[in-house]
């Protein structure tokens, strides 16, 4: 049984092979064997305008002009933005702009600095 995988759910080590996946006796969870080619495919990496990609604390620029919602504002084309964080969602970069203040930017609309 030392070979067998750890429950994801529970950390039972009670994991039985049943064929081409894994099964929990004490959840009933089933998962399969491939789990690190699963989870590959489920991390999502944050990439800039051309595939670069990003992290936490990187510095972009501003690829676009970009007109600020509610505001009369526009964040011009070579801002450079300091600091960024990765967030889920459809805006991907949360960030704090000099003269505007904070923002969440598209992944599309910058480079890597």
């Known amino acids: 049984m ?9 950390a039972s080590v009670y994991t039985y092979d049943d064929g081409l996946q894994f099964v929990c006796p004490e959840c009933g969870h089933e ?8 989870t590959a495919e489920n991390e999502t990496t944050i990439s800039d305008a051309h595939g670069t990609p990003l992290a936490d604390g990187d510095t ?20 450079k933005v300091k600091n960024i964080r990765l967030v889920d969602g459809d805006h ?21 600095a």
Request: proline share 5%; net charge positive; hydrophobic share 35%.
């Open 2 to 10: 030392s070979d067998m995988p750890a429950c994801p759910e529970c």
């Open 31 to 38: 998962w399969s064997k491939d789990v690190s080619a699963d």
């Open 60 to 79: 972009v620029t501003v690829i676009k002009d970009l007109r600020v919602k509610g505001s009369s504002s526009v964040v011009k084309v070579g801002t």
């Open 92 to 112: 991907d970069i949360d960030c704090k702009i000099d003269g505007i203040g904070p923002m969440k930017l598209k992944s599309e609309f910058v480079k890597k």
